[in-house]
């Protein structure tokens, strides 16, 4: 499947710093290492049956930072996305308004192309939708079978968590936990015929008025948690270097993609570093499609509103930390962008080496995007406050190159 188109991205003076993120596994933040010069990545794509909302735009530019700082440290970048474009949510929104799911989804993926590309999202290596990979997902769930890590239950098949001794080393969920989100996450914890109500769907059997494929374990299509584990794993193999994804991704999606994926090799981890972005709520509560609570980066286009300033906006705040957006964030941060560019548009202004600097440590230091922005800041006001007699050689190229290259913000 086709990504997006890429934008040049400038080279900066000097190299940047080794990147330090949190991982959800350990609880700590701590250095990415990737070895050979290449940094691995694989981030959950969206199962396209709505318009791209601000917290999947939050996201996904998390991890435009993280593809940004490793570049700027001077690795190459190996990065790959998935798009879950068949499944029960797809399926349900297309039987509802009559349309049919693969011209649905055919559209709600070109709208995201688009809103990535508005927000100049670097785009993935390889995207690869779950029907183009059903093939090897259903050859993976036949060596699950072979081997005992997959049995029956009715003409579906499931994955024991029995048969992977670190399930929950990501999450440190207790049982309870666990079962709670299972259930309100997509799972079926309260099927019969399942060894363990955390057991998670593999394969789903042929179902009247569905769509399937032949596999070597029957007619179906993939569950949701294996689909991710076999497009990684065939393009990236294991101990990766970052598994990344919202927070409401931690269980049970990223437990079992990982345990699928482990079960699959005999060996661990799946990834080095789990990787979390925070929610972003509207009215008190987690914007997402079930709740109808959204704002689409496409209507904010359609209105004319930059895409720089909506960037701009979701960065000034940590990636990690659950956020509201308020009616204040887009007006602040169309200020500020503003404001940036009339400072670099300046004949004269400060030397840029110092904020460079300030940039690349805070993103260095678990993507403190908020920090970087004020920085930038900073040199801003004190550009706008001179009165034409600094540097006469200008900083405001190498800022309006450090905002794109680092942060993605074109001025």
């Known amino acids: 499947m086709d990504s997006w188109p890429s934008v040049a991205v400038p080279r900066l003076p000097g190299q940047g710093l080794p990147l330090r993120l949190h991982d959800t596994g350990t609880g700590t933040v701590r250095e990415t290492a990737p070895e050979g010069g290449t940094a691995r990545m694989y981030v959950c794509g969206i199962t396209p049956y709505d318009a791209t909302h601000l917290g999947h735009a939050a996201t996904y530019l998390a991890f435009d930072l993280v593809q940004r700082q490793w570049r700027d440290a001077g690795l190459d970048v190996h990065y790959v996305q998935n798009i879950t474009d068949v499944d029960d949510p797809l399926l349900e929104r297309a039987a509802a308004t009559g349309e049919d799911w693969r011209a649905l989804a055919e559209r709600e993926i070109q709208l995201f192309r688009d809103d990535m590309a508005a927000l100049r999202v670097l785009p993935p290596d390889d995207y690869i939708g779950a029907v183009e990979a059903i093939p090897e997902i259903g050859a993976a769930v036949e060596a699950l079978r072979a081997q005992g890590d997959a049995y029956a239950v009715d003409d579906d ?8 001794p670190g399930f929950g080393s990501e999450s440190h969920y207790d049982r309870d936990t666990m079962l709670r989100l299972f259930g309100d996450r997509g799972g079926d914890p309260e099927r019969p015929g399942k060894r363990d109500a955390l ?12 769509p399937s494929w032949d596999s070597p374990v029957g007619p179906g299509r993939p569950g949701w948690h294996i689909e991710c584990s076999v497009i990684a794993l065939n393009r990236l193999g294991m101990g990766f270097d970052v598994q990344g994804g919202g927070s409401d991704l931690v269980f049970p999606h990223h437990e079992h993609s990982a345990a699928h994926a482990e079960a699959l090799t005999g060996t661990a981890p799946f990834a080095r570093h789990y990787v979390h972005a925070g929610m972003i709520g509207l009215d008190g509560e987690k914007m997402s499609k079930s709740r109808g609570n959204l704002v689409l980066v496409s209507k904010l286009r359609a209105a004319h509103v930059d895409p720089m300033a909506v960037r701009l ?43 460079l600097a300030e940039v690349r440590a805070a993103l260095a230091d678990d993507l403190d ?24 050689s200008s900083g405001g190229p190498l800022v309006r190159d450090l905002t794109d290259a680092l942060l993605g913000v074109l001025l």
């Open 157 to 164: 098949l499931y994955f024991p968590v029995s048969a992977a």
């Open 199 to 210: 057991d998670s769907l593999v394969w789903r059997g042929r179902r009247p008025d569905e």
């Open 369 to 392: 995007s908020a920090r970087a922005i004020r920085a930038v800041d900073r040199w801003a006001d004190a550009a706008l406050g001179s009165s034409g007699t600094a540097d006469s």
């Open 313 to 355: 906006a979701l960065l000034d705040g940590h990636y990690r930390a659950d956020r509201e957006w308020t009616g204040g964030r887009l007006p602040a941060a169309e200020a500020r962008l503003a404001r940036w560019r009339a400072a670099v548009a300046l004949p004269t202004a400060p030397a840029a080496d110092e904020v």
